[in-house]
């Protein structure tokens, strides 16, 4: 079982390669947001994929595009794109009819030896029948955590039907049970996946991030006359931006906050705008969206990153902003929890008053020892560099290789009917919107 999972690598090595000890995979990434999407999921579906490729491997990155369609780079990240339906951030991959035949024969011709996944939904699911049938390792790494669905589907509606739907949270267990290995990406993940239940090969492997940049970014100066807070991320009701407006109601006017980020939820941004307006706040902003490849620049200006959110798996925005310099404070979760403490920011817990968690604010931004947190919060993140991230990821490549079944599995029931489902309610949708046109 080793030799013929060590086997499939080897022959694509030259004997370069095999002197340097490199493993030369064939590796698809799949991604359920466009590439330019600023959310955490795709930044780092897209980012690792680009560094897979940087480091010698042959790489594809299939997520919804405009049109469907293979787009190969000589030197770089292939990418094979999905048609999607609708124009907004979130948008949805057409898995249906004439476009699954295309992923699939793509697959087909490409011949992965890993398909690494970031998302459990349609072209998720799609990927997992193909590596099923073809006996290759299905790798997935949980950017949620899969006993709280609905908590991170907050302020949509679909919110209702993941907490209530049995079939929804089967659907998740037949999706987790057919996983070669689950990517955790903190020991909160990690613990998670122990309470759904799953016993498959698991591996606690960091998001990674450009360090090098993000220290390079200068440390604000206490002695400035304005005291900048930000926030970077979806304009969402999970994300709570609604605690951070009622904190600057105690917070003198040199303070100000933006608040950075796509509106996903207008609705909540609509009441947002509506406080900031009743309780005339003249130092609140709203920038929008921004490109993430400028975060570290947008950065640059801010004295303490802020969060209000209760719900995290792992921020890239928090793990930015500490490796920027910036000192965090926020209410207590799965983020903020592990990286942040009294030498770089402060913890409050959730149930915090908005008066205590300005008062913080203002305690961390005009410390004496300002200086010393900021150096302090780039310390935090050092694990995640991108060399460490890839060397621990390519291992678990390589354990899921060389541990692989002889034969081909089955999908399961579910998977069977969430494939036939997505496909045929794709189909659905992409015929309303043909039609609405």
Same mark, same amino acid.
């Given at each position: 079982m080793v030799i013929a999972g060590v086997a499939i690598i080897i022959s694509r090595l030259s004997k370069d390669d095999l002197r340097e000890g490199k493993f030369i995979m064939k590796i698809a990434f799949l991604?359920?947001?466009? +590439? %330019?999407?600023?959310?955490? @999921? %795709?930044?780092?579906?897209? @980012?690792?994929? @680009?560094?897979m490729a940087q480091y010698g491997h042959d790489v594809v990155y299939i997520c919804p595009s405009e049109k469907t369609g293979y787009a190969p780079h000589p030197n770089g990240l292939n990418r094979f794109y999905l048609a999607c339906l609708g124009d907004g951030e979130v948008v949805m991959a057409n898995v249906s009819g004439k476009h699954l035949r295309q992923l699939t024969q793509f697959l087909d011709e490409f011949q992965p030896d890993i398909i690494h996944t970031h998302t459990y939904l349609l072209i998720g =699911?799609?990927?997992?029948?193909?590596?099923?049938?073809?006996?290759?390792?299905?790798i997935y790494t949980a950017h949620e955590l899969p006993t709280k669905l609905s908590?991170?589907?907050?302020?949509?509606?679909?919110? /209702?039907?993941? /907490?209530?739907?049995?079939?929804? /949270?089967?659907? =998740?267990?037949?999706?987790?049970w057919h996983c070669s290995a689950v990517v955790a990406i903190n020991q909160s993940a990690l613990n998670d996946l122990r309470e759904l239940g799953y016993v498959g090969n698991l591996f606690q492997i960091c998001n990674g991030r450009d360090l090098n940049r993000l220290n390079a970014c200068p440390l604000p100066s206490r002695e400035m006359p304005k005291r900048q807070l930000m926030?970077?991320?979806?304009i969402i009701p999970r994300k709570n931006q609604e605690y951070l407006v009622e904190a600057?109601?105690?917070?003198?006017?040199?303070?100000?906050? /933006?608040?950075?980020?796509?509106?996903?939820?207008?609705?909540?941004?609509? +009441?947002?705008?509506q406080k900031v307006e009743h309780y005339g706040l003249k130092n609140v902003e709203f920038t929008g969206r921004i490109d993430p490849k400028i975060i570290p620049e947008k950065l640059t200006d801010a004295h303490v990153f802020v969060s209000a959110s209760v719900l995290e798996v792992q921020s890239l925005v928090v793990i930015e902003a500490l490796a920027a310099g910036k000192p965090v404070v926020g209410? %207590?979760?799965?983020?903020?929890? +592990?990286? =942040? *403490? *009294?030498?770089c920011g402060a913890v409050l817990p959730k149930n915090a008053s908005c008066q205590v968690f300005a008062e913080t604010v203002m305690r961390v931004a005009e410390a004496q020892d300002y200086e010393l947190l900021c150096l302090s919060a780039r310390q935090k993140v050092q694990k995640h560099n991108w060399d460490t991230v890839i060397a621990e990821t390519i291992s678990a490549y390589q354990t899921c290789l060389t541990n692989k079944p002889t034969q081909p599995r089955k999908r399961s029931f579910m998977?069977?009917?969430?494939?036939?489902?997505? %496909?045929f309610i794709t189909g659905i949708v992409y015929w309303v919107a043909k039609r609405a046109k």
């Open positions: 991604a359920s947001f466009r +590439e %330019s999407s600023v959310g955490g @999921e %795709s930044r780092v579906a897209l @980012e690792l994929a @680009e560094m =699911v799609v990927g997992q029948a193909w590596a099923l049938r073809h006996n290759v390792p299905f908590d991170f589907a907050q302020g949509y509606p679909i919110a /209702k039907w993941t /907490k209530r739907t049995f079939l929804f /949270k089967a659907i =998740v267990r037949a999706f987790y926030f970077i991320g979806h600057m109601r105690y917070l003198p006017s040199h303070y100000e906050l /933006k608040l950075v980020g796509y509106i996903g939820h207008h609705g909540y941004h609509d +009441e947002l705008l209410l %207590s979760n799965q983020t903020i929890d +592990e990286f =942040v *403490d *009294d030498s998977i069977r009917a969430y494939s036939g489902m997505t %496909s």
